[in-house]
Nanobody, 114 residues
Framework: QVQLVESGGGLVQAGGSLRLSCAAS????????MGWYRQAPGSQRDLVAT???????NYADSVKGRFTISRDNAKNTVYLQMNSLKPDDTAVYYC????????WGQGTQVTVSS
């Protein structure tokens, strides 16, 4: 059974940084795109960033220049380095991977105080 385990969320002041990690396990093979979404209270789940197996990254306009997505294919892990955090970045962050199907992490809370 495929499992995605997220870590790295927490509480940080505006202007601070956090690094999220998401490790996939459980017999998952040949992972394609990996990425992160986020969902603030009362809002829909929005795309934050994606990264292809070859390392090509795409970002939402709201995080460009502040967030960096990366992956380690040997570890089936995707990362999200978040710098210059703003209160508007407060949300539950979900990772996903695509491998013949789409799998989701359980979500990790990121709270940015002003």
């Amino acid at each position: 059974q495929v499992q995605l385990v997220e870590s790295g969320g927490g509480l940080v002041q505006a202007g601070g940084s956090l690094r999220l990690s998401c490790a996939a396990s459980g017999g998952i093979f040949s992972i394609g795109t990996m990425g992160w979404y986020r969902q603030a209270p009362g809002s829909q789940r929005d795309l934050v960033a994606t990264v292809s197996r070859g390392g090509v990254a795409n970002y939402a306009d709201s995080v460009k220049g502040r967030f960096t997505i990366s992956r380690d294919n040997a570890k089936n892990t995707v990362y999200l380095q978040m710098n210059s955090l703003k209160p508007d970045d407060t949300a539950v962050y979900y990772c996903y991977v695509y491998s013949l199907d789409t799998y989701w992490g359980q979500g990790t809370q990121v709270t940015v105080s002003s």
